[in-house]
Structures are given as C-alpha cells and as structure tokens.
C-alpha cells in the first residue's frame, strides 16, 4: 500500500478555471473572500494533480475536471471521478499559502497536515496536550520547544482526520509518539499516534511519519501502517493545456 504526497503553492494553481467540474465552479463562485478563494483553489488543484498521478488517470484538462472532491456528511473528503466514487482516499492540509495532499488507496484510513513551527502558550500546551505529551514538551530545551509542540499538533490533526472527524473529537484523545530518526536520509522520522477514545479500550493505532524543512512540520498517518510516503512532481504546460504528473 503506497501512500503519495505531493506540495504545491498558489503559484503552481493556473490562472483559468476550466480544470473545476461544473459543480466546483458554482462552489468557487459562491465564496466571497479572495483567501478562501486562492486556499480552495489550492487544494482542488493539490488534491487533483496527486490523483492523477496514483489513479493513472489523463493528464489533460477535460480528465481534471471529472475529478471531484466533495465533502462527506462528517466533512471529510470524499472522492468521485465521472460521477463515480474513485478508487482512493485522501486528505488535504493547507497552511501559510502551502497545500499538501495525501493519497492511498481506497479503504485506507488516512490523514495529512501541515504546522508552521512558531509559539504556544503554557495555556495553550495545558488545554490541548495530554499529561504524557506535556512532559514530552518539557524535557525539550527553549530550542527544541516550538518544532515539538507543531509535532505534536501536527500529529493530531493527521490522526483526527483519518478518523474522520477532525477537531470535533477532544484533541487529547489521541497521543502523538515521534522517533526522531530519519529513515533513509528521506527527512521522513516515524510517528505513532494512539487514539484513546470511542467504545476501543486498548485505542487504536496510526502510524506514519513526520518531517521538518522549511519552518513547516509536515505529518502523515494511516491504517493499516504506510511506508515511507513518496513524493510526487509534477510540470503543468499552459500553453498545451496539459498536466504531466511524475513520481519521484
């Protein structure tokens, strides 16, 4: 079970709209802000060039447009090609004008976020972390403790959102675990993330992985457990209207 990842900025997003599907374009057009605007656009865009990469779809514009994400009732992104539900899952952060996309395939619970490392309050690690993880946070030094803490965060919101659910649940149902190993000289690190709510009394498990580059924490977990994500490149022709998505 591959997982893909692919990041893209408002640059890579092209100028015209004939890439949204019918249904899309009506979405587009009903929102009023000019952020809300460029982030959606962002994320269909992130969300469709990773799709077709793991799908083997077309890459050209009319096949783009028959890719729809929608929102199922809980919210979480649900994925149609032609009308049809597509053979995928994936999940979709966006931060700072950086969208980013995971992809695996269908059935695989699987959630993705991006964190700028930046401060938090005492109060702010108090009302949202858990007794363990607050201890992690404190053995850290004055250095280390604004990248742990967009872990941690980071950690969360991927997990809840494989959960389908996203910060509806208490953040403190789940408690993030990182290695800080990097795996094959990736910048990938393992992360572990337990989910200590519902009916489950040992919890469930997601695993994944973390990185740091750039000031951005970036965290991607699944079940059943992924390997190491693979990045995604892709090279949009304006002029011949084409996408040309490689794996790298």
């Known amino acids: 079970m591959n997982v893909y990842w692919l990041e893209q900025t408002g640059a890579d997003v092209p100028a015209e709209n004939d890439w949204l599907s019918a249904n899309e374009a009506v979405c587009l057009n009903s929102m009023r802000f000019a952020k809300r ?22 890459a050209h514009v009319q096949a783009l447009k028959k890719i729809e994400i929608r929102p199922a009732p809980s919210g979480a ?54 007794i363990e993880e607050q201890a992690l946070v404190a053995r850290e030094s004055a ?41 094959n000289r990736t910048g990938w690190n393992q992360l572990r993330v337990r989910y200590t709510g519902g009916r489950c009394t040992e919890g469930r498990v997601f695993h994944g992985f973390w990185q740091h580059a750039d000031n951005i924490v970036r965290t991607v977990v699944a079940a059943p457990p992924p390997p190491i994500p693979l990045k995604i490149r892709t090279n949009y022709f304006d002029s011949a209207s084409r996408l040309k998505p490689v794996p790298c």
């Open 143 to 183: 250095a280390d403790r604004h990248r742990i803490l967009a872990l941690l965060w980071s950690g969360k919101e991927s997990a809840l959102k494989a959960l389908r659910a996203g910060l509806r649940l208490d953040t403190r149902s789940v408690i993030v675990i990182p290695w800080i190993v990097s795996i």
């Open 77 to 130: 992104p649900e994925l149609f090609f032609d009308n049809q539900p597509a053979a995928a899952t994936i999940s979709l952060s966006h931060r700072s004008g950086i969208a980013a996309c995971a992809v695996g395939i269908s059935g695989v619970e699987i959630g993705c976020d991006l964190e700028i490392v930046e401060p938090h309050s005492d109060a702010f690690v108090a009302e949202y972390f858990t």
């Open 37 to 58: 605007r460029a982030d959606w656009r962002l994320g269909r865009w992130t969300a469709k060039c990773a799709l077709s990469v793991t799908l083997e779809m077309p």
